[in-house]
Structure formats: C-alpha cells, structure tokens
C-alpha cells in the first residue's frame, strides 16, 4: 500500500492516545499542513471507510447525523408516486449523514469532522452527546442509532475561534507544527521520488526565505508542493534575480509586491 504521508513521531503517539482512550483526536496547525489528508491517510493505511462532515458557518449539529426530507414525502403524497418510496413510512425520507453513516456503520470505520472551528461558537459543545455516547435519536420516529463499532474520530480546526473546554476536555489534541527544512524534504520526495537533487535543495532554500519574510499569509505545504510540481513540469530552474510561477505561492497583493 503507497504511503503518502510523512506522519511525525509526535502525531503517530496522538494517534495511538486517541485509539486507546477511544476519544477524538483534534487536529489544529496551519492551513495546509495536512490536517485533513490525515484522516485519509488513517483510513486508507487501516483499509477502512471514512465518512467526511465538512462544516460551514451555519452549519448546526442535526446537520451531520440525518436529513428528514419532509417535502418530497409531502410531494409524493399529493402527486403519483412513481419511485420506490413508501410515503407512509418516514423511514424512506430519512438519509444519513456522515456522522450518522459512520455511527450506523457496521463495520469499522472513520469519521472526519471538518473545520470545526467555522460553525458557531457553540457547535463543538451540541456534538458532545453523541461523541461521548456514539448514538442519536431520530426525532421524527423515535429510533435510536447506536454505533455498533465505535468510529476513530478525527476533528480539525484552523484556530479560527476558541473551542469551548468542555469540548477540548473530551479529546486528545495534537498541534502540527510546520514542518522544518528536512521533514519538507521528506514529504516532496514521498509526492515526487525522482526529483532532481539541485532543484529540491535550492527550492526548499528560497521557500523558507519566502517563510521568513514578514507576510499577510505564508506559503503552506500544500502550496509548495503545487509549486515543486510546475517548476517541475516547466523544467524551470531556480537563480537569485526572481521567483519562478510565485502565484503558486503568495496569495495576495501586499505580498507580492515585496518580491518584485
């Protein structure tokens, strides 16, 4: 099985904390340092389902366990019903959603609750019955789901806004710090084996001066990764008079106007 992703020592044992205590594992660090590809990594080194609840600012809790679609079953109870759907029976207007899926599941599985930190301020507490119990109650028909087998829980922030300590006591909490110089190296030669010696050393040399500067927003992983593959794609080498494609890398005006 490829292994795509350089995990730290550090978030290997927040893992492992996480497994034992049976608790969710909360992720913050910068955007683009693989918060998210975690749980994919997880998932597919496990050979496991995941189920992803990417949250939004108006997002509430209900949002990730079920859908109750109340005006379809309206619809099809005034109109001819041509699909297989029983409107006297709700239970065909309830879909699960990806808290609910992993919840139902009866296998083992993942969940990923996404970017926790954009919903209100009092989301992350709404969740903490079903995390503490991994169960919910349909309102609509009085079934409670219970999981059978408790999902691994991955939570990520962007620290966006402080997560209530209710909520923070309940999980195991790992910071990813930004990689240093040679774990960067590590994580390019994972996404591209065969890169040339001289072009992975001087990119890495002007990212972190690029990191240095002072900047609105600094380049993340990701975005040099995207860098490293078109300076490889357009064969572009890397000298001290400018920066090759620096759109993949800074992000807005301000920024850019201090490497012209």
Known sequence: MKNDYVLSNSLAEAIRVAEITKRPLLIK???????????????????IPLHEWSVKSTTVAKDGLYFYDAITRLNDSRFENDSQRNV?????YIRFEAMGRAFASEEQCALLIDEIDKADIEFPNDLLTELDKMEFTILETGEKVKAQKRPFVFITSNNEKELPDAFLRRCVFHY????????????????????DTDLLKSSLDLFYRIRDEQLRKKPSTSEFIDWINVLIHEGARIDSSKIPFIGSLVKNEEDLEKFR
């Open 29 to 47: 660090g910068e955007p683009g340092t693989g918060k998210t590809l975690l749980a994919h990594h997880y998932a597919t080194q496990k050979n």
């Open 88 to 92: 006297n029976n709700i239970n065909d």
């Open 176 to 195: 990813i710090e930004f990689p240093n110089w040679d774990m960067m190296q590590e994580i390019v030669k994972v996404h591209y084996p065969s890169i």
